[in-house]
T-cell receptor, first 113, second 113 residues
Framework: GEDVEQSLFLSVREGDSSVINCTYT??????LYWYKQEPGAGLQLLTY?????DMKQDQRLTVLLNKKDKHLSLRIADTQTGDSAIYFC?????????????FGRGTSLIVHP | NAGVTQTPKFRVLKTGQSMTLLCAQD?????MYWYRQDPGMGLRLIHY???????AKGEVPDGYNVSRLKKQNFLLGLESAAPSQTSVYFC????????????FGSGTRLTVV
C-alpha cells in the first residue's frame, strides 16, 4: 500500500490552535480524510476533502491540501480538552480495481489547561 | 441505526485456540474491512471485501481468514491464536470505495496468552 506519514504527538494549551500535519504518497488519491479516535472507541469521521479542493472549513476545523507537496493539514481552532484524542489522516488508493483506505499512524493530541 | 457492530468486545484466548470475530453492518455497504491497531503502528489492514462472496488480502493477512457469505456480515477467524495477535481489531464498512468515508465499529480487544 501507500504510505501516510504523521507525527505521533502534539501538545497544546487549551484555547490555542492545533495543527496536525500529514503527508501522503499516492498522487492519484481522490479523497483524503481526517478521523478522530477517543480512548476506548472506534474511529469517527471528522471531515474529508476532495483532491480538487485546496481548503475546506467546517466550524472549528480547517483542512488544507497542498497537492504539489502531497501535504494535508488539520487545524483546530480554540482547542478544548474534549479535543484530546488520536487523529488519523487517511487516503484512498486504487488496488486491482478496488479502492482501499490507508491510514497514518495517528497523532495523539494532548490538550492541557 | 446501529451502524457497524462488532462482537465480542473483549476476549482472552490461550495460544493455539481458535475464534471468530463477527462484524455486522446495517447500512447496505458494499465494502467491508478488518484492521488491527497496535500501539505506535496505527491501523493495518488485514483483509477486506468489496462485495458479498469476495475477499482479498490486506497488508497483514497471515494467521487470519475471513468470509463474507452475507453482505451485511464480515467474519474474521483466527485458526491458531498466537501472542503476536494480541491487538485491538476494528471492522469498518463503506459504500463503493469509501468516497463518503468509512464507518467503524467500536473494536474488539483480544489478548492471547
Amino acid at each position: 500500500g501507500e504510505d501516510v506519514e504523521q507525527s505521533l504527538f502534539l501538545s497544546v494549551r487549551e484555547g490555542d490552535s492545533s495543527v496536525i500535519n500529514c503527508t501522503y504518497t499516492d498522487s492519484s488519491s481522490t479523497y483524503l480524510y481526517w478521523y478522530k479516535q477517543e480512548p476506548g472507541a472506534g474511529l469517527q469521521l471528522l471531515t474529508y476533502i476532495f483532491s480538487n479542493m485546496d481548503m475546506k472549513q467546517d466550524q472549528r476545523l480547517t483542512v488544507l491540501l497542498n497537492k504539489k507537496d502531497k501535504h494535508l493539514s488539520l487545524r483546530i481552532a480554540d482547542t478544548q480538552t474534549g479535543d484530546s484524542a488520536i487523529y488519523f489522516c487517511a487516503e484512498i488508493f486504487a488496488s486491482g480495481g478496488s479502492y482501499i483506505p490507508t491510514f497514518g499512524r495517528g497523532t495523539s493530541l494532548i490538550v492541557h489547561p | 441505526n446501529a451502524g457497524v457492530t462488532q462482537t465480542p468486545k473483549f476476549r482472552v484466548l490461550k495460544t493455539g485456540q481458535s475464534m471468530t470475530l463477527l462484524c455486522a453492518q446495517d447500512m447496505n455497504h458494499e465494502y467491508m474491512y478488518w484492521y488491527r491497531q497496535d500501539p505506535g503502528m496505527g491501523l493495518r489492514l488485514i483483509h477486506y471485501s468489496v462485495g458479498e462472496g469476495t475477499t482479498a488480502k490486506g497488508e497483514v493477512p497471515d494467521g487470519y481468514n475471513v468470509s463474507r457469505l452475507k453482505k451485511q456480515n464480515f467474519l474474521l477467524g483466527l485458526e491458531s491464536a498466537a501472542p503476536s495477535q494480541t491487538s485491538v481489531y476494528f471492522c469498518a464498512s463503506s459504500y463503493f470505495g469509501g468516497n463518503y468515508g468509512y464507518t467503524f465499529g467500536s473494536g474488539t480487544r483480544l489478548t492471547v496468552v
